[in-house]
């Protein structure tokens, strides 16, 4: 049975994985990152307050983004 549950979670984790991508950082960039972000806060949390913020800013400008970022 123990297996049987090790094989669940992996194909869970596996389900999972594929809703995400991975990204290359430089290692400064990934500290700075640290810093930025709040305790416990994953570095997708810390990247979309940064594009909110950026969007926001737009908005203050009334400059329309090219793009529209999905924010979940």
Known sequence: MELVN???NCVERLC????????RLNKQTAELLKEIGRKDESYDKVILRLIEAYYEKL???DVKPRIEAKAN
């Open 6 to 8: 090790n094989l669940y």
């Open 16 to 23: 999972v994985m594929s809703e995400y991508t991975t990204i």
């Open 59 to 61: 908005e203050k400008k």
